[in-house]
Each structure stands twice: as C-alpha cells, then as structure tokens.
C-alpha cells in the first residue's frame, strides 16, 4: 500500500533504502593477512604493480620516492593489487581510504602517494626515514 502526499509516495524508495548500504569486500581471513603484511616489514606499500614495472604513475611515484629517499630494499615489502581482487578492495576497506598505493610505516598508514609527495615537500618523509632508520646504511669510502 502506498500513501501519498502531495503527489509524492510515503513509501521508501529502494534507492533510498539501499544508499545506507555498502559492500564489504574484505573478508577475515584477507583482514587478518593485510594486518600480517604490514606487521612484518618497517615499510610496506600496497601498489598497482612492483617496484620494478608500476602500473600507474602515483604507485610509480611513491617508489620512486622512497628510492630518493634510499628506503632498504630490505625494510620494504610491496604487494601488487593488480594480482588480487580481494586485496585490492580489501585493502581500500582496511585503511578506510579509497585509493591506491596504500603507504605503511611501523604498522602505522601513511596516505596515499598526495600525502607521500606533501610529506616529501616539507620534510617529513626525510625525518621519519632517518627517525626510524629506514634508509639504506651507506658504505664508507674504503681508505686508499
């Protein structure tokens, strides 16, 4: 039954009942491998391909940055979105945040390659690299 009103129905549209609803694409297993992932290494980045072939310019430019930055190979692990359906919406669930790459550090989310470009301006990247000593440890000129 519908009551109207001015021409217009009292009855909730299904538009309006399903705008309330999202779907949830992480699962508890996936949950619990992302929250594994970004325990295990200082620096963990969640991308669109690897380091060595990005598939899309933001997840070229956070490497690219923390290369600049001389970030260990050894303290960063990348993970490829592009491989798995699961981890590429349930990662955007995990950190709240809709876009990829996904940037870790300690276990702490960082942004997105903006935030890794705006803390790269000011600073910031430079200071928590050496703060939490990420960058590679350089070679002392051998004495001649």
Same mark, same amino acid.
């Given at each position: 039954?519908?009551?109207?009103? *001015?021409?217009?129905?009292?009855?909730?549209?299904?538009?309006?009942?399903?705008?309330?609803?999202?779907?949830?694409?992480?699962?508890?297993?996936?949950?619990?491998?992302?929250?594994?992932?970004?325990?295990?290494?200082?620096?963990?980045?969640?991308?669109?391909?690897?380091?060595? *072939?990005?598939?899309?310019?933001?997840?070229?430019?956070?490497?690219?940055?923390?290369?600049?930055?001389?970030?260990?190979?050894?303290?960063?692990?990348?993970?490829?979105?592009?491989?798995?359906?699961?981890?590429?919406?349930?990662?955007?669930? *995990?950190?709240?945040?809709?876009?990829?790459?996904?940037?870790?550090?300690?276990?702490? *989310?960082?942004?997105?390659?903006?935030?890794?470009?705006?803390?790269?301006?000011?600073?910031?990247?430079?200071?928590?690299?050496?703060?939490?000593?990420?960058?590679?440890?350089?070679?002392?000129?051998?004495?001649?």
């Amino acid at each position: 039954m519908t009551f109207f009103t *001015f021409g217009k129905s009292l009855r909730p549209s299904i538009h309006s009942i399903s705008l309330g609803l999202q779907q949830r694409y992480l699962s508890d297993s996936a949950r619990t491998k992302i929250a594994s992932a970004i325990a295990a290494r200082p620096v963990v980045v969640f991308m669109k391909g690897t380091p060595s *072939f990005p598939q899309c310019g933001f997840s070229r430019a956070v490497v690219q940055l923390l290369d600049l930055h001389s970030v260990s190979p050894a303290k960063l692990q990348t993970y490829n979105c592009l491989e798995d359906q699961e981890l590429r919406e349930g990662i955007k669930e *995990f950190s709240d945040w809709p876009t990829i790459p996904q940037v870790y550090v300690d276990g702490e *989310f960082m942004g997105g390659c903006d935030t890794m470009m705006e803390m790269h301006k000011s600073g910031e990247l430079e200071r928590l690299v050496v703060d939490k000593k990420l960058a590679e440890p350089q070679s002392s000129p051998s004495a001649a």
